[in-house]
């Protein structure tokens, strides 16, 4: 079964400065996604970013940009100028390649601070 | 753009009481899923559908029972309500394809008293 763990609960920034939130995961497939979403105080579901387990490239979403080291199943978030807006709960995320039996298993989150 | 849909927003029961969460998806988006999210804890997968059949099952309790209709829309029955019943109920929606994003809807908060 695939699983998916971040070892931090809760995280601080300063505003402006850089963070980088951990994920690792563990599965037996070749080709599968990651996810990163953010989860405010609204709750919503709001996908900040994907990466492709095929890419060798790492994805890169304005501010936000992961390091994807698929041999050490390692799927880290870096948030760069870190803004008052990006305070919310972060969930690392994996799913299986093919699209049937695609659920999404997510990590337990870390919650993000950011101090003005 | 249109997005996912849920209703009611928020929903209180006492328990032992029975609810229904309807999702509608994103027009054209033929496979819906269903999550569970308690409180300080990730979201679960409770049960997808695609094409109106059940495509997977998650841990979704017996006293919960789920189905997709012809216009796509999908309706979580929960039965004999139980305090640990108290959740964010997340519906997502995609197109089926090798890959297409899953847009999750903004929830249905039920609260069991």
């Known amino acids: 079964a695939q699983t998916v763990t971040q070892s931090q609960p809760e995280m601080s920034v300063q505003e402006a400065e850089t963070v980088t939130l951990s994920c690792t995961y563990d599965t037996s497939e070749s080709d599968y996604y990651l996810f990163w979403y953010k989860q405010p105080p609204s709750r919503q579901m709001i996908l900040v970013i994907r990466?492709?387990?095929?890419?060798?490239q790492n994805a890169t979403e304005n501010r936000f940009s992961v390091n994807f080291q698929k041999a050490a199943k390692s799927f880290s978030l870096k948030i760069s100028d870190s803004q008052l807006g990006d305070a919310a709960m972060y969930f690392c995320?994996?799913?299986?390649?093919?699209?049937?039996?695609?659920?999404?298993?997510f990590g337990k989150g870390t919650r993000l601070h950011i101090l003005p | 753009a249109a997005g996912v849909i849920q209703s009611p927003r928020h929903l209180i029961k006492e328990k032992r009481e029975t609810a229904t969460l309807k999702c509608y998806p994103i027009p054209r988006h033929d496979t819906v899923y269903w999550y569970q999210q308690g409180p300080g804890q990730d979201p679960q997968f409770l049960i997808s559908f695609y094409e109106k059949m059940q495509s997977d099952k998650g841990s979704i309790p017996d006293r919960f029972s789920a189905q997709q209709f012809s216009d796509y829309h999908s309706e979580l029955n929960m039965s004999s309500l139980e305090l640990g019943d108290s959740a964010l109920y997340f519906c997502a929606s995609r197109t089926s394809g090798d890959y297409n994003e899953q847009f999750f809807g903004p929830g249905t908060r039920l609260t069991v008293l």
């Open positions: 990466q492709e387990a095929y890419k060798q």
């Open positions: 995320a994996y799913r299986r390649f093919p699209y049937r039996d695609d659920k999404i298993i």
